[in-house]
């Protein structure tokens, strides 16, 4: 050593050592580290498990054991960063606030773990990073989108070649910090398949009083996660395992408003696209007006991804006659001038029927966009007695359809239906565009509305809208997923909805400019309905009042 003929190899050891000396590390970490230094000291160089235990030890120096970040835990920092960053959720900054004070107040570390669960484009994964920004933390997302195997979250097992820990141990590495905010990303794609259960290899790492010693495969030793702050996104509930839903505490983020969407392109979309294809504010005028045309005409989403897409694409094309040298580029873009653009809108106005024929009722369901405004239809013809579903109707969808035919059959004195009323005609239900909805159940009450609506011969108003579920009994039951519902009703121009009594309290989180444009009515039976959901100009008015009296 002394004539400096040392073989790299020690050198390699010593700097390890040395690394090891400068570090405060736990105790195991350390007895660990320490054993695989004496292995590898006495291991040649060309041995297949050199560079095994050598990347080991790596990995173990490298981890944040002690090392952190100091919290800024300000609550007016914290609000005035988020007001920054998003417009609207409202509901979702409180929650947020909440949380940092909480976090201010007590100097442990334990802390719930947040789910943000809505549509596609509505901000979640931005929501961790402007946490991230606001607390002064580290930031790191994992996407879990078709993640089938435990390892991913666990780590592998030594023994395996090119085994590596799992994903929260790189990204801590990557952070080099012990107290990041981690966002979990789709949590609702993951699969399951013969290589494990992801799903559940999370439950450990989710779950506040038992992360404090998280045990990865490939580390073999127990590493305190209690200081990470784990936020998780997901876009439906059905794809999250029962157990690990339990550990999140859930915030829906739900589409916006057009108001909401409008000042959204205003503030952060349009003047980001203007930077990013080279052009400054005065080249490029879009008026309130267009941007609406922009929202209705080429894009149909519940958030605003493709808003942005479009807007970005007017300024590609304004960029254009920028770069083709001509003279003069009229910056103000005219809703024909956006034709030209963009070509004839993909998506025409919605606009709802002035009057329905008997037989036909509005419903509401919740879809990937937002919320849908469907048309329920029931035909009759003569037949044998027999009902055909058509619409692409689930199995969830079937049933609500059978329960509500089956609750008129039973009622059929109630609605002066003579006794073999169904044995000379067919009945039959079709529901255009129900394959774009996902919560069907709600759909219930429109049928019966719609079935009754043409036994009776009386129209449905054509301003009204229901929902709600139905039992063998008469009862109806609430649902899911009432505000993206409330939002298509409103962008259709309903001014009705007819919505169960159990749904009242979730009308809260509803903005108000929504619920001042709604008259909500609730209801708790359905000898309810029919006063409030047929045409009072209609030709039975009077046998309808009967029937709602006596069912």
Same mark, same amino acid.
């Given at each position: 050593e002394e004539l400096g003929e040392s073989s790299d190899e020690d050198e390699e050891v010593e700097q390890l050592r040395e690394r090891l000396a400068l570090l405060n590390l736990p105790d195991e970490a350390r007895q660990a580290a320490r054993k695989q230094l004496k292995r590898l000291a006495s291991m040649p160089a060309q041995a297949s498990e050199y560079q095994v235990a050598r990347s080991?030890?790596?990995? !173990? @120096?490298?981890?944040?054991?002690?090392?952190?970040?100091?919290?800024?835990?300000?609550?007016?920092? %914290?609000?005035r960063c988020l007001d920054e960053d998003h417009y609207g959720l409202e509901d979702v900054k409180k929650r947020i606030i909440e949380f940092a004070a909480v976090r201010q107040l007590?100097?442990?570390n334990r802390?719930? !773990? @947040?789910?943000?669960?809505?549509?596609?484009?509505?901000?979640?994964?931005?929501?961790?990073?402007? %946490?991230?920004r606001a607390m002064g933390r580290h930031y790191s997302r994992i996407a879990l989108g078709g993640v089938r195997d435990e390892a991913e979250i666990r780590g592998h097992r030594r023994t395996y070649v090119g085994a590596l820990p799992g994903r929260i141990i790189q990204a801590l590495k990557k952070t080099a910090s012990n107290n990041p905010v981690l966002v979990l990303d789709e949590i609702d794609k993951m699969g399951v398949d013969m290589r494990g259960d992801p799903g559940a290899a999370l439950l450990e790492v989710l779950d506040p009083a038992q992360n404090n010693s998280f045990v990865d495969h490939y580390l073999d030793l127990p590493f305190d996660l209690s200081k990470v702050t784990f936020l998780a996104t997901a876009n439906y509930w059905k794809g999250i395992p029962e157990a690990l839903a339990d550990r999140l505490e859930v915030i829906e983020v739900p589409g916006y408003t057009p108001q909401e969407k409008r000042e959204i392109a205003r503030r952060f979309l349009l003047p980001k696209q203007i930077r990013e294809n080279g052009l400054t504010e005065s080249d490029v005028v879009i008026t309130d007006e267009v941007l609406d045309l922009i929202r209705e005409g080429y894009t149909r989403e519940a958030g605003v991804r493709g808003l942005e897409r479009e807007l970005g694409s007017v300024c590609r094309a304004v960029a254009v006659e920028h770069a083709q040298g001509e003279k003069k580029v009229d910056a103000v873009i005219t809703p024909e001038r956006l034709e030209a653009i963009k070509g004839a809108p993909r998506y025409r106005v919605e606009q709802r029927e002035k009057k329905l024929h008997p037989g036909v009722a509005l419903g509401l369901g919740a879809s990937d966009v937002g919320g849908e405004v469907l048309n329920v239809e029931v035909s009759k013809m003569p037949g044998k007695g027999n009902i055909r579903l058509t619409g692409s109707l689930g199995p969830v969808l079937e049933e609500a359809a059978n329960t509500a035919f089956t609750f008129v059959r039973s009622k059929s004195t109630a609605l002066h239906l003579e006794e073999d009323w169904l044995k000379n005609i067919d009945l039959h239900l079709h529901i255009p565009l129900a394959q774009a909805v996902y919560d069907f159940a709600g759909l219930g009450a429109s049928i019966f509305g719609a079935l009754a609506s043409l036994l009776l011969n009386s129209p449905c108003r054509a301003d009204t809208a229901i929902v709600g579920e139905l039992t063998l009994r008469g009862r109806v039951l609430g649902v899911r997923n009432l505000k993206p519902m409330l939002f298509a009703a409103h962008r259709l121009g309903i001014k009705t909805v007819i919505l169960p009594s159990k749904n009242r309290p979730d009308i809260q989180e509803v903005p108000e400019e929504i619920l001042h444009a709604l008259d909500l009515k609730y209801i708790d039976r359905v000898d309810q309905i029919l006063p409030l959901l047929l045409d009072n100009n209609g030709p039975d008015e009077h046998s309808s009042n009967e029937t709602s009296a006596t069912l």
């Open positions: 080991y030890v790596e990995w !173990i @120096l490298d981890l944040p054991w002690q090392q952190s970040t100091p919290d800024h835990m300000d609550v007016q920092a %914290i609000r007590r100097k442990d802390s719930p !773990i @947040l789910l943000f669960i809505g549509p596609p484009g509505v901000g979640k994964t931005s929501l961790g990073k402007s %946490i991230a």
